[in-house]
């Protein structure tokens, strides 16, 4: 199988990864945080080093500001639902991930949160000047940006929308983000910052990454409450990080196959890595764009994206396509929608969606012929 599905899930893992999940599984008999013998406290430090490691890869000050979650849906809720309160006022742009959009639409039904979309141009990137006349009218409590769609791989203009936030406190989605481009929340000032485990840095799923600048934390309220092996004798979650947001048992495995994962981008170069997608990329749509029955959506200008190309031909359903890719060719691609209905609508391509090829580390120059191939094939 051809798999340019990447912005899913990445695949192949590297073999250090899985090597590591293994390696926890296998040799870390112990709950990290729970007990003081040898196996528990191996176990707290496999997640005392991939803390450290996380922190340093995006730019963190201080290591016990990197919260572990299930994933960047887990992040993002966090944030949304333990920060907003009746009467708050949110802009999120017009390219936001259901895992943004559904928990802010569930507080604007719940807790009469105020919710603005500002709109985004046809190849998905936020219009600045709209956004800025939008955050002076509203003054948000939140500000939701969505780094990289993972409808087109665009690339917001983070710096130019930091410029103009007021006095709102950001989020910021890099699920699509984190292993592609460089990520400073410090430099950056950002306040929060969420991403999965299992796309861009190689971990496997379920382990995922909230970043709270210090301080901000306060104004987080918990929205999962439980064990976590510290002030046990409290029936009140601590009030330190990272054991406020992290109650229950970690997914100690997930967490080390994420820190072997950052260690692979690491020894491996992001620049490397995003050299070699890029090319990818690039290649695709050279192959593919004179064909006159194939639309290209996202920037035209492939410095603002990610390798991600989202296409529809003519007269066909996404998934008709994506299904012929699959059944003719083995080519594995995402048809739809991508849960995120907004970014459809702001590029034109809803409800039927489009056809998603997004390009790794690990896909080949051949593999990317004949995936292009193939889609010309059913084009013609
Ligand atoms: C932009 C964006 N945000 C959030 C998510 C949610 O990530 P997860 O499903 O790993 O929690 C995704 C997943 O596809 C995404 O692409």
Not at 4 to 15: G, I, V, Y
Not at 33 to 47: D, P, W
Not at 101 to 122: F, G, I, M, W
Request: aromatic share 6%; net charge neutral; proline share 7%.
């Amino acid at each position: 199988m051809i798999y340019l599905d990447q912005a899913a899930t990445s695949f192949p893992k590297p073999s250090e990864v899985i090597e590591a999940v293994g390696q926890a599984l296998r040799n870390t008999p112990g709950s990290p945080g729970r007990s003081a013998h040898q196996g528990a406290l191996a176990a707290s430090h496999i997640i005392f080093e991939a803390r450290e490691k996380i922190a340093s890869f995006i730019g963190a000050e201080d290591s016990t500001q990197v919260i572990f979650t299930s994933g960047a849906t887990e992040s993002l809720n966090l944030v949304i639902m333990g920060l907003l309160n009746p009467g708050d006022r949110v802009i999120a742009t017009h390219v936001e991930h259901n895992s943004v959009a559904r928990p802010l639409e569930y507080l604007r039904k719940t807790r009469e949160v105020k919710v603005v979309y500002a709109p985004c141009n046809e190849e998905g990137l936020v219009e600045l000047e709209t956004l800025e006349r939008l955050i002076k009218e509203h003054k948000p409590r939140l500000l939701c940006v969505n780094l990289v769609s993972n409808v087109t791989g665009a690339i917001q203009p983070l710096a130019e929308i930091l410029k103009i936030k007021g006095k709102s406190l950001v989020l910021v989605d890099a699920a699509q983000a984190v292993g592609h481009i460089p990520v400073d929340v410090t430099r950056w000032d950002i306040d929060f910052l969420a991403f999965s485990g299992h796309k861009g840095v190689f971990g496997p799923p379920g382990v995922g990454v909230l970043y709270i600048k210090p301080g901000r934390e306060s104004e987080l309220s918990p929205i999962k409450l439980g064990g976590t092996g510290s002030r046990s004798e409290s029936l009140e979650a601590p009030e330190f990080l990272p054991d406020r947001f992290e109650p229950g048992t970690p997914n100690l495995c997930g967490i080390a196959g994420l820190s072997a994962g950052i260690d692979f981008i690491e020894e491996t170069s992001l620049m490397k890595i995003h050299r070699h997608t890029t090319a990818l990329a690039d290649l695709f749509l050279e192959k593919i764009k004179d064909h006159p029955k194939i639309k290209i959506y996202g920037p035209k200008e492939r410095i603002k994206a990610i390798p991600i190309v989202s296409i529809n031909i003519e007269g066909l359903s996404p998934s008709e396509v994506a299904l012929r890719l699959d059944k003719e060719f083995q080519v594995a691609v995402r048809p739809g929608l991508h849960c995120a209905p907004l970014a459809h609508k702001a590029i034109g391509t809803f409800p039927q969606g489009t056809v998603r090829f997004s390009f790794g580390y690990f896909n080949r120059v051949s593999e990317v012929e004949k995936a292009a191939e193939a889609l010309l094939k059913i084009a013609a």
